[in-house]
T-cell receptor
Framework: TQLLEQSPQFLSIQEGENLTVYCNSS?????LQWYRQEPGEGPVLLVT?????EVKKLKRLTFQFGDARKDSSLHITAAQPGDTGLYLC??????????FGTGTSLTVIP | DSGVTQTPKHLITATGQRVTLRCSPR?????VYWYQQSLDQGLQFLIQ???????AKGNILERFSAQQFPDLHSELNLSSLELGDSALYFC??????????????FGPGTRLTVL
């Protein structure tokens, strides 16, 4: 089993809709990042959250780190076709161990 | 463009062979990470180097090895290749070795096909 579980695994929505992706674990992380990956390319860092309860906004994307630093969410408002991609959360633990989530594949239909 | 370069972009080889993948980190980054991504396993952390020294190990097979050179570029060596080793291999770099940030910048990847 993966240390970081993402849900949903696949998401297909119409342009203009809102969506939320979840990243859950039973472990505590010192920091958590969200990446977006397009087919055949490397993941691109979107944001890092460090403090429990922290909320960060990046244009139409809102990221939240859980109070206990075990989970995170990504909310996209008014999704656009350019948001299509694989969204990955990743957490860092003590001892330099780094774990990626299972991924959420998002398709936004024009 | 992340500033991380990987070569080659594609590699096709046969079972039992050995290959070397190369990565140059972003200017100023001391940490290099290697990942394997396959369709059924997702993105798996293999190993991390910081300023030439191994810093963390993930799910790296004994047939695989890596090193980071004084100029900070890194190589991932895969030997006795099996069909199941076919995957995308990514290198990432970051400034920090430890601490809370671990923000990584990924290269474009090397697609390895083992026939």
């Amino acid at each position: 089993t993966q240390l970081l579980e993402q849900s949903p695994q696949f998401l297909s929505i119409q342009e203009g809709e809102n969506l939320t992706v979840y990243c859950n674990s039973s472990s505590v992380f010192s920091s958590l990042q969200w990446y977006r990956q397009e087919p055949g390319e490397g993941p691109v860092l979107l944001v890092t959250v460090v403090t429990g309860g922290e909320v960060k906004k990046l244009k139409r994307l809102t990221f939240q780190f859980g109070d206990a630093r075990k989970d995170s969410s990504l909310h996209i408002t008014a999704a656009q076709p350019g948001d299509t991609g694989l969204y990955l959360c990743a957490g860092a633990k003590a001892g330099n161990q780094f774990y990626f989530g299972t991924g959420t594949s998002l398709t936004v239909i024009p | 463009d992340s500033g991380v370069t990987q070569t080659p972009k594609h590699l096709i080889t046969a079972t039992g062979q050995r290959v070397t993948l190369r990565c140059s980190p972003r200017s100023g980054d001391l940490s290099v990470y290697w990942y394997q991504q396959s369709l059924d396993q997702g993105l798996q952390f293999l190993i991390q180097y910081y300023n030439g020294e191994e810093r963390a190990k993930g799910n790296i097979l004994e047939r695989f090895s890596a090193q980071q050179f004084p100029d900070l570029h890194s190589e991932l060596n895969l030997s006795s290749l099996e069909l199941g080793d076919s995957a995308l291999y990514f290198c990432a770099s970051s400034v920090a070795s430890s601490g809370r940030a671990h923000e990584q910048f990924f290269g474009p990847g090397t697609r390895l096909t083992v026939l």
